[in-house]
Structures are given as C-alpha cells and as structure tokens.
C-alpha cells in the first residue's frame, strides 16, 4: 500500500525526561534538544521528499515521548485506534493526538482502547491487510483483543506474536514489503513469521531493525553498515537518516511518525 500523509510531532525541551532503558547507548546519555529538532525536521523533508504530505504537530512540554506519534494511534485506510499507552507519562498522548486524528477520519472510524486493555503502537506491525500485534510490557492480551474486533470490522486481521527481547514488536521485526523482513535471531524462530523472507540483523547492529518502508524505498538509521548492506542488497533504493539523539530514549524511525 502506498502512504500519502503522516503525522509527526515536533520534539519538546522536556525530551530529555522521555523514557530510557539505555537499550542502544550508554546509561545517562541525554537527548540534545536542538539537534533532536533538526533531526526530527530532516526526518519530515525526508517523507515529504517520498511524496507524503505532513501534518507536523507543536512540540507539547506536558509528555516527554509525545514526538513518538506512533504510539499513541494506530491507523489504516478504513479506521484508526487510538491505543492506551501503557506508562503514565505517555498515556495522555491519546487525547492530544485525537484532534490530529479527526482531520482525517470520522468519528464511526475512530476507536479506542479502553482500560484494562493497553496497546501501544510500536507493537503493532502491518503486512498486507494483516496486523500482528506484539504482546509486550505496553500492549498486553486484553488491549491486542480488543484492537482485533475493532479491526476485524474492517475487514483487516490481527494475531499476537510474543515481545520476549525488549519495548515494542518493531524493534525485533520489521517488515520491507516484498515478503521481506528484518528479525532478531529470537524472533526468526518464531512459528508465525515462518513463511517470510527473513533477514537475521547482527546482534551489535539491533537499533537498525527499525528501518521504515516508505512507498518503494527504505528508511535505514545513520551508522549501522551491515543492515544497511542487507536492505541494499534487496535492491532496495535507501535514505540514511540521522536518529541519533531519538535513540538515546530508545526511539527510532517507525516510532517519529503514523503513517497512511
Ligand atoms: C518510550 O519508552 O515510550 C519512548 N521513550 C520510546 C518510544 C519508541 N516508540 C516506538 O518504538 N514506537
């Protein structure tokens, strides 16, 4: 499917509050904001440049992690979810990003996951009209249900894959189109992703696993020359992008942007 518009946030001061597990750098290492802007403001050029039209929200103070526009909204051609983001200090995303939202679908195409469900969309991953849904720490059993009678309406499916290695599914699996997608050796046993092309990432490159498909050609983080040699070799034409400070708080390319 071919993506004409995107959502993104710009990010806040208060990035540097956004939640860290350190998973690709070092303990204590903080955002920069300045930078983070100019990264974030090349990251819209570059959609735009893919022939996406941006809506490109003010930074919000009040949530750290808002710039991540994925997680608190899951959206297709037919419908959006806004999700109920697991931790505290992101959950309210969810009424921030409903406004955006509303310029785009009706209100019989919005839906929510309501308590106790939580959903959170970095755990969500598409392929064709095919949603598999991580069940993590932020997306638990009753949350990844609820979103499939939402989703099953539309004629789309889900299933639920385990997130047994860290945050979200997409960090662990990625899908390319074209069959082909990028796995943790964890996640390359698993049963369900059996029948796809799977490229295993070397474990020292983990972050570049969350590259992004975007009509035809691939998003791939700056630094991580052995993925990008994967994707390249798939004949995939490819953009570099630096994310630099985003991973810091364990964010990546999916993660800046809700894409339909
Ligand atoms: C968080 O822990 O929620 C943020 N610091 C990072 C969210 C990344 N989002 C994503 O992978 N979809």
Redesign the pocket.
Known sequence: NMFTKAITKKPCKALID????AQFVEAGEKPEYELSARQHDKYVEILESLGLEVLDLEADERY??SC?T??PAVVMERCAVITN?A?D??NGEKEEILPAIRKFYSDDQIFHIEAPGTM????VMRVGDHFYVGQSD?TNAEGARQFNEIVTKFGYTSSTVPVTEG??L??FAIYLENNNMLVTETVNKLEAFKDFNRFVVSPDELYAI?SLYINGTVLVPEGYPKTLKIIEDLGYPVKLVDTSE?KK????L???SLRF
């Open positions: 956004g939640i860290s597990t750290p992690d991540f994925e997680d983001p931790k200090s992101r959170e969309g970095g755990d932020r945050l979200h997409k960090d969350n985003f708080i364990d964010g990546s999916t993660c800046l």
